[in-house]
């Protein structure tokens, strides 16, 4: 049973005292000063709003709002190679853990020019709490190298990469890489191939590798598929009925965004636009999903570019009316200055931190629901896990297997959401920051301190 509210709250602040303090002390210059340096809105300083909102609903005292705000650990490397043309190259990569109270830390890897530690850190946070949401046995990490993948060469990409297979700071126990922004299974394969050529066979140091390498089967279209299962659970609260007839826009049609279009598509829903870093495609009577797919991925052409479309600016995707609008991209992309522009009756984030605090505040002032991203994009994580329970039976699952067991967490974690949303009467945001809050203090208060 869990407890919550004034009286664990007070129970809490008498055990955490002197890890707060201790905690405090040592924060010191080094953290602060980053924080400082920092520009207002920044994206963890958006993370930690939204949890900010949850904690003050179940009354945590001052100083265990700190302790579960802090990572456990932050770390910054630079990474040299030696590139093709004779050249030394020097790359910033971070890698932050955020919290291990309910099993080893989780969390991807990406590749992006614009990557930072705020970034790293603001992701490391929503891990922990989304695989709390999705119950299951990980805590929260992420990496981040600063570097286009798209200006290396596949040998200069493969040096960098095994340069990560950091030990004691990763491991099969402790921390747990997968794929994310411009990383995929080629890179947990090496990643897997260097750490093993140490500690000896690891297939589950990581997930998110190729199914003929220890991956698991659905792991590829699983952060999707959890989508379409949060759309239809959510559709289903709200009594507007099922998937089929429903209108959706879909902003980003990559791996995430591709895949929920496509079943979507299969339930009967009508996508009527989606967009990708260099163009939008709208048709008000649906898009044809497999073909629009075909015309991108195995044809290699713009997605502005499908004749069976109405080509419009990227810019005004937020814009299409629909009944649910799917932000599947980056994070920041609805704020105070466009929330007011959305033409939907719910937002439902498959992205990560695609909403700011300010554009949230705007979607409730006109009633859109937002069903956060802790929750939509949980299926990857879930399906992680289960890759990760498979490599250490030495046993493989068939797909239908995967799948149903996705359906059943994402079904369950969307139950426990709901409910707290109707008992509490707090937006399904708040709600869900309050079940992982609950979830991951529960865990560390009955492990202890010492």
Not at 88 to 102: G, K, L, P
Not at 108 to 131: E, F, N
Not at 254 to 264: D, P, R, T
């Amino acid at each position: 049973m869990l407890v919550s509210g004034k009286a664990f709250s007070s129970a809490l602040g008498h055990l955490l005292a002197p890890a707060a303090v201790a905690l405090g002390q040592g924060l010191g210059s080094a953290q602060s000063g980053l924080l400082q340096r920092r520009f207002k809105g920044s994206h963890s300083e958006n993370t930690n709003k939204f949890i900010t909102d949850a904690l003050q609903h179940l009354e945590y005292p001052e100083r265990l709002q700190k302790l579960l705000l802090t990572p456990e650990r932050e770390v910054s490397v630079e990474l040299a190679i030696l590139k093709d043309n004779g050249e030394v190259e020097v790359f910033s990569a971070y890698r932050v853990q955020h919290d291990n109270s309910r099993g080893p830390y989780k969390g991807g890897l990406r590749y992006h020019p614009q990557v930072d530690i705020d970034d790293v850190r603001s992701l490391a946070s929503l891990m922990t709490w989304k695989t709390a949401v999705m119950d299951i046995p990980f805590g929260g990490a992420k990496g981040g190298v600063t570097v286009d993948p798209k200006k290396l060469s596949e040998r200069e990409l493969e040096i960098l990469t095994r340069k990560l297979a950091l030990r004691p700071i990763l491991g099969t126990y402790e921390d747990v890489p997968a794929p994310d922004m411009n990383t995929g299974a080629r890179e947990m394969a090496w990643i897997f191939d260097e750490y093993t050529k140490f500690a000896g066979f690891s297939p589950g140091i990581v997930t998110g590798k190729p199914v003929w390498l220890h991956g698991s089967l659905g792991r590829e279209a699983a952060t999707g598929r959890g989508t379409v299962f949060a759309i239809r659970e959510l559709l289903k609260a709200l009594k507007w009925g099922e998937i089929a007839g429903k209108t959706f826009v879909i902003q980003g049609f990559g791996n995430v965004g591709s895949w929920a279009a496509q079943i979507l598509h299969e339930q009967g829903g009508r996508v009527v636009a989606v967009s990708d870093v260099n163009g939008a495609i709208a048709d008000p009577e649906g898009l044809d999903v497999p073909e629009l797919r075909r015309h991108v991925d195995e044809y290699g052409h713009s997605l502005a570019s499908f004749p069976d479309g109405e080509s419009i600016p990227k810019e005004d995707i937020l814009k299409v009316p629909c009944d649910v609008l799917i932000p599947a991209a980056i994070g920041g992309v609805i704020d105070e200055d466009n929330a007011g522009d959305l033409q939907c009756k719910a937002v439902v984030e498959a992205a990560n931190g695609p909403t700011t605090p300010a554009g949230d505040e705007v979607l409730r002032q006109r009633g859109i629901i937002a069903l956060p991203d802790i929750y939509t994009n949980g299926g990857g994580v879930t399906v992680s896990f289960f890759e990760w329970v498979q490599n250490l039976q030495n046993f493989k699952w068939s797909e239908d297997e995967v799948n149903e067991k996705l359906d059943t967490v994402m079904t369950d974690a969307f139950k426990a959401i709901w409910d707290i949303h109707e008992q509490d009467g707090l937006p399904l945001r708040t709600a869900a920051f309050v079940k992982a809050l609950q979830r991951v203090t529960r865990a560390r208060i009955h492990r202890g301190f010492d």
